[in-house]
């Protein structure tokens, strides 16, 4: 049993420089068959986010099960301070996944993405403007899904229902 005052127990935590956290869960068990080039891939991914984003980006990565030589990769980046945080799991689910990433943590903005996409320069510009155009967007994707363009868009419906600000195309 511990003696004294713990110091750190009052102690308040600093204000964080980070207002926007990038999740990306990784799950490549095997460098075989449909995941031979996963590795590459991953390497394509993150070096393509880590050099197009901005200073205030917090970096998590979770590791949900993956192959020896990816949880090597992610090691190495975690050592030469690339990554914020590297948490470790065992094949729960990309959502259960995405979950232990962001809990703890209170970002203005939390990006959650694949382990096999590609940043362009300014995506983050681009994510924000979107946010400050349409004030009641919970949500950015930056891929087409024409089929969802009803899900979660219902507050937004009886705002502009007869307004031409809000159309849909093909």
Same mark, same amino acid.
């Given at each position: ?7 750190? +127990?009052? +102690? *308040?935590?600093? !204000?964080?420089?980070?207002?926007? !956290? ?11 068959? $449909?995941?031979?080039?996963?590795? %590459?891939?991953?390497? #394509? ?10 200073? =205030?980006? $917090? ?13 090597? #990769? ?7 301070? !690339?990554?914020?945080?590297? @948490?470790?799991?065992?094949? /729960?689910?990309? @959502?259960? &996944?995405?979950? *232990? ?10 990006? /959650? ?10 995506? =983050? ?13 919970? &949500? ?12 979660? %868009?219902?507050? /937004? $419906? ?9 159309? $849909? +195309?093909?």
């Amino acid at each position: 049993m511990r003696k004294g005052f713990n110091p750190y +127990k009052d +102690k *308040k935590i600093e !204000q964080s420089d980070y207002f926007h !956290q990038v999740i990306v869960p990784v799950y490549i068990p095997k460098l075989e068959g $449909y995941l031979r080039d996963g590795l %590459t891939i991953l390497k #394509y991914c993150l070096e393509s986010l880590l050099s197009t984003s901005h200073s =205030q980006t $917090y970096f998590t990565i979770v590791n949900n099960g993956s192959c020896g030589e990816v949880a090597d #990769y992610l090691v190495d980046l975690k050592c030469k301070e !690339q990554i914020h945080e590297l @948490i470790y799991t065992t094949s /729960i689910g990309k @959502i259960n &996944a995405v979950l *232990k990433g962001i809990v703890g943590y209170s970002f203005s903005l939390v990006t /959650i993405t694949d382990a096999d996409v590609l940043f362009l320069n300014d995506w =983050q510009k681009e994510t924000y403007k979107v946010f400050n155009f349409f004030p009641k967007a919970v &949500a950015v994707c930056p891929t087409p899904s024409p089929r969802s363009y009803k899900t979660y %868009t219902s507050n /937004i $419906y009886w705002d502009y229902f007869f307004s031409k600000n809000v159309f $849909y +195309k093909l």
